[in-house]
């Protein structure tokens, strides 16, 4: 090697920089990110994000990592946030609900029968509420949107006793998780809500403290609740959406080709694990009835459409609500 490339070299290495065929580039620093969900690992939302992860660090050729956490391993939820919003290297696999904290109007989507097929989830993508919604998320409260486009399936009511009508969940003492939209969607539906931690319901409905639960097929069998409910009845009341969300400071400072790779894998994976839960939804179902669980089907879906909107207008989200159906064609 000549000296004048030996002294080019030794300055490439005090800046930082990488010398190729006598030009110089900036050398791109390798990033993790840690991203935190509760599921178990044997969840079909783990091997998604185990997905996303692959092909996110082939795409950048290993520039970009992710890091996948189950179990809140982690951490509790609030403190993942509040260290996305801090700058730290973390996201969360998370709802609206909880975003709704910052941004009120994003709660809307976690509402009764506000999208009702994976089609209209994807349209919400394009949403210019949607969008702007998101972009005060990050500019105000320093958290990134990277996709919304993994799905649950649909909350139902699980009882001991048969539920057609809204007029059925009168009087019944349903659990539901403890924000506002929660619980004021499933008041408007005709049940009493009581807020309750996931792992305090199979002892709670042993001694009778609440009369059911809503949620979705696939959280049936881990909860055993088939032990002590024994009706599903199809209200699918929420289609429950979950957002994908990482600090917005973490976010800006990736190279614009990883933040490309970063959200178009999110939604991709998304999209896939989406559809899987959907047949892993029809599977436990007949595996259900098969263990003795009675599927009501015949639901006035009408009459649960038409209460739940009492639940838009208690929480002032009727005019949030009106324009996203605006803008997907609902």
Not at 54 to 77: H, N
Not at 164 to 186: E, F, M, N
Not at 188 to 205: N, Q, Y
């Amino acid at each position: 090697m000549s000296s004048l490339r030996k002294s080019l070299a030794a300055i490439c290495a005090v800046l930082g920089l990488t010398a190729v065929g006598g030009a110089t580039v900036q050398a791109q620093e390798k990033q993790t990110l840690r991203l935190n969900h509760v599921l178990a690992p044997t969840e079909a939302f783990h091997e998604g994000f185990l997905l996303w992860a692959k092909r996110v660090e082939e795409r950048t050729k290993g520039g970009l990592r992710i890091q996948v956490f189950p179990s809140a391993k982690l951490g509790v939820e609030e403190d993942i946030i509040e260290n996305m919003r801090q700058g730290g290297n973390v996201g969360q696999n998370t709802d609206a609900a909880r975003l709704g904290t910052f941004v009120p109007n994003l709660a809307v989507v976690n509402g009764p029968y506000f999208v009702e097929t994976l089609e209209e989830v994807a349209k919400l993508r394009e949403s210019p509420t949607m969008i702007k919604w998101q972009k005060e998320l990050a500019a105000n409260h320093g958290l990134k949107v990277v996709c919304f486009d993994w799905v649950q399936g649909f909350r139902h009511f699980f009882t001991n006793k048969p539920v057609r009508t809204p007029a059925d969940l009168a009087g019944l003492r349903i659990r539901t998780p403890g924000a506002p939209i929660w619980q004021k969607s499933i008041q408007s539906l005709g049940a009493a809500p009581v807020a309750m931690a996931f792992g305090e319901m199979f002892p709670a409905l042993q001694q009778q403290a609440i009369d059911g639960v809503e949620l979705v097929y696939n959280n049936i069998p881990g909860g055993r609740f088939q032990e002590v409910l024994k009706y599903a009845n199809e209200t699918k009341h929420i289609l429950l959406i979950n957002f994908q969300v990482v600090g917005a400071e973490f976010f800006d400072g990736l190279p614009q080709d990883h933040q490309t790779a970063l959200v178009e894998e999110c939604v991709k994976a998304g999209q896939e694990t989406s559809k899987k839960i959907e047949e892993l939804s029809r599977k436990t179902k007949e595996q259900l009835k098969a263990g003795g669980m009675t599927v009501v089907e015949d639901i006035d879906l009408a009459a649960f459409r038409k209460a739940g909107d009492a639940a838009y207008g208690a929480l002032n989200l009727t005019e949030a609500r009106d324009a996203v159906h605006k803008d997907i064609g609902k």
